[in-house]
């Protein structure tokens, strides 16, 4: 059973960093793609980063410089370290894992940036 577990978010002001953590089990990280994604309030989800089994990772032109997708294979972990927030950035962060046809998320975890 596949299951992703999402922790980390939360309330920060405009500046500031947040690390979001993905722990992930039944699958393995050297073999599947991991993603995190957010949806914005009135907005569809958008993908934020990605890392492939191989370790090969994209950053969406709107974080790209400020977050950086990351994992540690032998926690099983994906993580989204975030800086340099913007109010813009507030969501509902989710973490997926994206096996063959099927994809597999996470419960979501609320990051918030202040003004």
């Known amino acids: 059973q596949v299951q992703l577990v999402e922790s980390g978010g939360g309330l920060v002001q405009a500046g500031g960093s947040l690390r979001l953590s993905c722990a992930v089990s039944?699958?393995?990280?050297?073999?599947?793609?991991m993603g995190w994604y957010r949806q914005a309030p009135g907005k569809q989800r958008e993908l934020v980063a990605s890392?492939?089994?191989?370790?090969?990772?994209f950053h969406a032109d709107s974080v790209k410089g400020r977050f950086t997708i990351s994992r540690d294979n032998a926690k099983n972990t994906v993580y989204l370290q975030m800086n340099g927030l913007k109010p813009e950035d507030t969501a509902v962060y989710y973490c997926?894992?994206?096996?063959?046809?099927?994809?597999?998320w996470g419960q979501g975890t609320q990051v918030t940036v202040s003004s």
């Open positions: 997926n894992a994206h096996i063959s046809v099927i994809d597999y």
């Open positions: 890392i492939t089994g191989g370790g090969a990772t």
């Open positions: 039944g699958i393995s990280l050297r073999i599947f793609s």
